[in-house]
């Protein structure tokens, strides 16, 4: 019995075909988990933006590493991805991916783009009171009740 997508009690069967849900230096719940402790931020909040963005079946252009002119990069959480001139969503946030600067960045690993983006989602979103799916979609500050 399933219980979420992808998910399962039992986990993956001996005969079920590979996923790839394991790469460079470990499985990908291995690189959620390390994320969240060094980012403060909550892994399952960090595995459900992942899902958002990428989709369940993890499908997602900006994480296959195989874009045309920023190949081997990877931007797990779309950050800075919207279309800008000629560059396409997807080619504005590998490119953004691709410069060094801050958060871990380059993103050349799947890796170092989970951890980049659960750092940079924890310093601009959490640590400011954005820390809800809703208060970060419409940009604004969370606040206590009267």
Not at 41 to 62: D, R
Not at 133 to 138: I, V
């Given at each position: 019995m399933d219980y979420g997508p992808g998910a399962s009690l039992t986990g993956p069967s001996a005969s079920a075909p590979s996923t790839g849900t394991t790469t460079g230096s470990g499985a990908y719940s291995n690189m959620i988990m390390n994320a969240a402790?060094?980012?403060?931020?909550?892994?399952?909040?960090?595995?459900?933006?992942?899902?958002?963005?990428?989709?369940?079946?993890?499908?997602?252009?900006?994480?296959?590493?195989t874009e045309s002119g920023y190949?081997?990069?990877?931007?797990?959480?779309?950050?800075?991805?919207?279309?800008?001139?000629?560059?396409?969503?997807?080619?504005?946030?590998?490119?953004?991916?691709s410069q060094a600067g801050n958060y871990e960045r380059p993103w050349n690993s799947p890796e170092k783009s989970i951890l980049g983006g659960a750092l940079y989602y924890g310093n601009n979103y959490v640590k400011v009171?954005?820390?809800?799916?809703?208060?970060?979609?419409?940009n604004v500050q969370g606040g206590e009740s009267v």
């Open positions: 402790t060094q980012s403060g931020v909550n892994p399952y909040v960090l595995a459900a933006m992942i899902i958002q963005e990428q989709g369940s079946a993890g499908t997602g252009k900006s994480i296959s590493g190949a081997g990069f990877y931007n797990f959480f779309n950050i800075e991805a919207y279309q800008s001139g000629n560059m396409t969503a997807v080619q504005r946030g590998l490119w953004w991916a009171g954005q820390d809800t799916f809703y208060l970060k979609k419409f």
